[in-house]
DNA sequence: CTGAAAGCGCTAACAC
DNA sequence: GTGTTAGCGCTTTCAG
């Protein structure tokens, strides 16, 4: 047994703490090691300032030879704040989704902050599970991903004052902060250049929009575009479909199968889009020859498609990061959560040209 | 203001907190305004068997009154236990990884956890502090990816009884538990396969073998593999890349630039496998009749490229719930982490045929 | 079935 | 510079 003060006010009953520790220290285990108060520990550890050079080194001795891990959890009951941002998002597999929450987590990373993930299917129900249960776990702040949210969480967040966030959805109306692109503007772009491209005869494949409200204003553009330019919305060329390439192949499908078939079609994602341009390879039509395709969101495998594909480039990691550093700042200095507008661009690739007939 | 018990023990300056309250409300609160005491609110909310059924639904009725959020930080401090899980992968981005991590997501909020997620960005200074952080949320368990950590983290999670699982990696020889399927004998099955089709010129491309143990073993399998077959292992037919299509792109070019070009090519990750495939195409040769490319990872894009990509399956949503499984379990009902292998499959569709000239 | 009281690990005054 | 003390919001014996 290591030559250790012999004053066993609580008599440990470790056999040999040498300096490998057997369980968890707690910052009175380091005070006691180092020799000094846990009040000095704690100094030494936050504002290592003011605490003399010698006595911190003495600690963070202590604290190496214990294993001492820090209890935030302790720590944030005192504070009030985790140094914790929770984040919704609706799916993360194959999406532009993961590249936000990527720039979120760096972002909040470097400020010194841990990401609570809630991944919601697309399920306000579950969004609703989730977003109680990061608040339960006392988030500082919380991301959310478009605007339709249960109206009790709203009450909640306020209530417990919980500064939220929007993402991926201007709220221009309403008095919620986000941090988005324009989602009607951006899909007006798309279809704007296939009617200025020549086209007459338009199909959309989008999102649910029962459940999706980023994919509700792209259908609006959609539909307003073509209403302005005097074209039919005929809803034989309207699919609303999951998040699937697949399911943007069979909306294709069927969109061909129409006895009058559509000259282009905008797909409201990429990943539709590269379901809809396959089904199109499969059979043998030419885009953009027979058919011209645009999409939405530029993943980076739309310029590894054959043809590349032409689409909307959003500005998702901008986002990301943007979101981060607003709701950060926001949690440490008080700032009230302002609104950006990110600008997103038309990306011309190879799926979209003239139609091959002009009517 | 509601005729409420006049009993101020503690003057709450609360001036008209009728039933929409104004502020964060505290278990007290609810407590007095349900005329019980805290700890039949608690045992009304964790226990709400041993409470009588109106009492409880007094409780409740306080608590929605309230917009009440319980504090889990608070709860943790006295249970140990934060329901909570720390997850860190390499990235999420536009990668494989994003679908492990939607299903360890998704079994951990069935199962009550919340998860912390951390990009390490294939910096193991990063994931070290990303880890550190999560060890001061106090996670009951850490998921990582692959098998090379800080030791001085493992250290931490040892003595401070944090259980970790490795996945994406196969911990055969050390005594970490491990979720996953085996890279080598992956690889190895792809490589066999070239081989099979009669090719005896073969190139690589694979991560960065220094920072991704994963990459590693692949790179390990190749190089075994041709060993096996007796077929050389040429240096200027293995490249180690980033984790990005253009990579992969750049990496092949650079191959069919070699006075022998391969005439199949491994690409240890789908992402690549995408780059180079595109390579080949944009320089008009014929895949897989001038050469043959398999993937690694079985991304959904795979179906949905020109030609589509041969690749081998992962059981990425499988391995990423047994993981959370695992842990759970482990957690909940102290039973040691159990290793699991899963199995992986090879996808043959149509990047791969045999050499046009046999030797 | 319910209440009173102690205390989880840490920090924030306030002393010394 | 450093120590002492009093809790943060909750759960948990132990009484009643």
Redesign the interface.
């Known amino acids: 047994m290591p030559p250790t003060r012999s004053k066993p006010e609580k008599p440990p009953d470790q056999s040999k703490v040498a300096d490998?520790?057997?369980?968890?220290?707690t910052i009175r285990e380091v005070a006691h090691r180092a020799g000094v108060s846990t009040a000095t520990v704690s100094r030494a550890l936050n504002r290592p300032e003011k605490v003399r050079a010698e006595t911190r080194e003495r600690v963070l001795q202590a604290v190496r030879e214990?294993?001492f891990?820090?209890?935030?959890?302790?720590a944030?009951?005192i504070s009030r704040r985790?140094r914790?941002i929770g984040l919704i998002i609706p799916?993360?597999?194959?999406?532009i989704y993961?590249?936000s929450?990527?720039s979120i987590?760096?972002t909040a990373?470097a400020a010194?902050y841990?990401?609570?993930?809630?991944?919601s299917?697309f399920s306000p129900r579950?969004e609703a599970?989730?977003a109680?249960?990061?608040?339960?776990?006392?988030v500082d702040g919380l991301i959310l991903t478009g605007g339709n949210h249960d109206q009790?969480l709203i009450?909640?967040m306020r209530?417990?004052?919980v500064p939220f966030l929007i993402t991926w959805k201007l709220m221009r109306g309403k008095d919620w902060p986000s941090v988005s692109f324009d989602n009607y503007k951006a899909a007006w772009s798309a279809v704007e250049f296939l009617v200025s491209l020549g086209h007459r005869r338009l199909g959309l494949v989008c999102g649910r929009t029962d459940v999706n409200d980023r994919a509700l204003d792209r259908r609006q553009a959609f539909e307003d575009c073509l209403e302005r330019h005097g074209l039919a919305v005929d809803p034989v060329l309207i699919y609303e479909r999951d998040f699937?390439?697949e399911e943007g192949a069979s909306a294709m499908s069927a969109m061909l199968d129409t006895p009058e078939p559509p000259t282009a079609v905008f797909c409201a994602n990429d990943i539709q889009a590269?379901?809809a341009?396959?089904q199109c390879?499969e059979r043998g039509l030419s885009v953009p020859g027979d058919i011209s395709i645009i999409g939405f969101d530029d993943?980076?495998?739309t310029?590894?498609?054959?043809p590349k594909l032409t689409t909307v480039r959003v500005p998702a990691h901008d986002m990301g990061r943007r979101a981060a550093e607003i709701m950060i700042a926001s949690i440490e200095r008080q700032i009230p959560l302002q609104s950006v507008e990110l600008q997103t661009e038309l990306i011309a690739r190879e799926t979209t040209a003239p139609p091959r007939f002009r009517r």
Not at 20 to 25: C, D, N, S, T
Not at 91 to 95: A, E, L, P
Not at 132 to 138: A, F, G, P, V, W
């Open positions: 490998a520790a057997r369980v968890k220290a214990t294993h891990v820090f209890d935030g959890i302790a944030s009951m985790s914790t799916t993360i597999t194959n999406s993961a590249a929450t990527q987590q760096h990373q010194g841990t990401v609570l993930l809630g991944v299917e579950l599970d989730l109680q249960r990061l608040l339960e776990r006392r009790s009450e909640k209530t417990n004052g699937e390439m590269i379901g341009l396959s390879r993943l980076p495998v310029s590894y498609t054959r």
